[in-house]
């Protein structure tokens, strides 16, 4: 046989090999909670990926963006394998004494356990998910050894003159591990990621937004491929760092303390101009401020840094949390403990800044005399992640169709962060002609406004509507077009409608 014939074998080999081990790492995930290796890999890419580039990801992507980086990774997982079955294959035919596949296979443990989990932050060996990580991934490993053995050669298992149709079944074993692996990773995978792309919580809602989100249709981002569970016993909200009274609140002492409810509208800095990511919710909680009084700061304190526990940071200057009062460490959310998805136990919210400011999942703030930025802003986003003002149609919907002489409702929100609205206008001329829309009152003065109007087109056609806000300022919102990277989406919300006769 060639030696191209065999590497090649090699490879395939190989790759049902790696399906068999992306397989059973998913599986250990759902039985003892080992992290797959694409998950621990996701933090280590996005350091590496200019940021521009991930912002186009988003931008295009929007929710399918992780699943498209988790499935990536997942073939470049098994690709990889597939390389270090072809080099196992060649070693087999060039070296004098042929080695075993489980050779290769620990020479591939030791690459994730010694370069890969560390440079994932899962540490040396992988052991910050326990003592019993180095075997799982040998074990791991250990399997994908004896397949790309038997793969590549039946004759290990089996003698030469046994009989032809067990040799058969063994030369068939392949297809019937590379179906079995496949099959196994489908029903791990895909209910996931069916969810997150067709069936995240803000594609429940349809027709003209409420002034209140129902909690199940409160949009939710992270940078996680799976979300921390926090239980509340054990759980205590940590501050220190420059201060004098260092505090270590449990959720009873948390709740205990002088609380306040707000009316207030989150946006992910990620949402499109016309997008979903944009809801409105009643949150209970802590005034940051009063807490960072409690823990009575030192002189040299600037900053307060927060942690998460899903390893998210954030931080903001001591002088913003003491100028506005609305920053909360919130629990509630419509009058219930936070949902998972929304931090449960307790988040920062900084009302008017883009969702990334509010960390979720919350372990600790500290106080300190520098400001070392966030998760996002080391990606290049904005630091100080301030909301656009921004407007948009929630109906009629881009491509619908009217009737010439009847009337139309047009109806929508506008958000201009803390800033307030104090106008929305339309045009149904593509901008050139522009009229004022109906205002309702904002829940509070952190929220959207709810606007409406009603159009009559006389003739029939294709109309090009656009809607556009002025901020409680005066001042009217971007009419440039511009991605969300790096400081949020701006330009006007612009949808057809088509009019017949």
């Not at 449990?250 to 990620?270: G, N």
Request: with cysteine; net charge neutral; glycine share 12%.
């Amino acid at each position: 046989m060639s030696m191209r014939r065999v590497v090649v074998r090699g490879f395939g080999s190989g790759v049902v090999a790696g399906l068999l081990l992306v397989a059973l790492m998913y599986l250990a995930k759902l039985v003892i909670g080992t992290t797959p290796l694409p998950q621990l890999l996701q933090q280590p890419i996005l350091a590496v990926m200019p940021g521009f580039v991930f912002g186009f990801l988003i931008d295009t992507l929007q929710h399918a963006g992780k699943v498209v980086e988790e499935a990536g990774l997942i073939v470049g997982m098994i690709v990889g394998l597939g390389f270090l079955g072809g080099a196992w294959a060649w070693a087999r035919k060039v070296w004098a004494r042929p080695p075993h596949a489980v050779w290769f296979a620990a020479a591939g443990w030791a690459i994730v356990a010694f370069v890969l989990l560390p440079i994932s932050g899962d540490g040396f060996l992988g052991l910050n998910e326990g003592p019993t990580a180095p075997l799982v991934w040998g074990l791991l490993f250990a399997a994908y050894g004896v397949v790309l053995q038997v793969g590549a050669d039946p004759a290990t298992v089996t003698p030469v003159r046994a009989d032809p149709g067990r040799r058969r079944l063994l030369r068939l074993m392949p297809i019937g591990i590379a179906a079995l692996s496949a099959g196994g990773l489908v029903p791990l995978l895909l209910p996931r990621w069916y969810q997150a792309v067709f069936k995240a919580p803000e594609a429940g809602l349809s027709g003209a937004s409420p002034e209140l989100t129902p909690v199940e249709n409160f949009y939710v981002v992270s940078k996680n491929f799976s979300d921390p569970v926090v239980s509340e016993q054990g759980w205590a909200l940590k501050v220190g760092g420059l201060v004098d009274n260092p505090l270590h609140l449990s959720m009873a002492d948390l709740s205990a303390l002088p609380s306040v409810t707000e009316y207030v509208t989150l946006e992910c800095i990620s949402n499109n101009v016309g997008g979903s990511l944009m809801s409105t919710g009643q949150f209970t909680g802590v005034r940051l401020h009063d807490l960072v009084s409690m823990a009575v700061p030192q002189s040299n304190a600037t900053h307060a840094r927060f942690k998460a526990r899903d390893g998210y940071t954030e931080s903001l200057p001591l002088s913003l949390i003491s100028s506005q009062p609305e920053i909360l460490v919130a629990y509630a959310l419509d009058g219930a403990p936070l949902p998972t998805g929304h931090g449960f136990p307790a988040r920062i919210l900084v009302p008017g800044h883009y969702g990334m400011k509010g960390p979720k999942w919350l372990d600790s703030i500290e106080l300190a005399s520098q400001d070392d930025g966030g998760y996002w802003e080391s990606e290049g986003w904005d630091r100080i992640a301030l909301v656009k003002t921004t407007a948009r149609f929630d109906v009629p919907k881009d491509g619908d169709i009217a009737k010439a002489g009847e009337a139309v409702r047009l109806m929508g929100v506008a958000f201009a962060g803390t800033r307030g609205i104090s106008k929305v206008e339309y045009s149904t001329d593509g901008g050139k002609n522009w009229l004022a829309a109906d205002l309702g009152a904002p829940l509070s003065s952190l929220t959207w406004v709810l606007w409406d109007t009603t159009w009559i087109p006389r003739r029939p056609g294709a109309y090009v509507l656009q809607v556009r806000a002025v901020d409680g300022t005066g001042v009217l919102q971007q009419a440039p077009a511009s991605a969300s990277y790096p400081s949020g989406a701006s330009g006007y919300h612009t949808i057809r409608v088509g009019v017949s006769g």
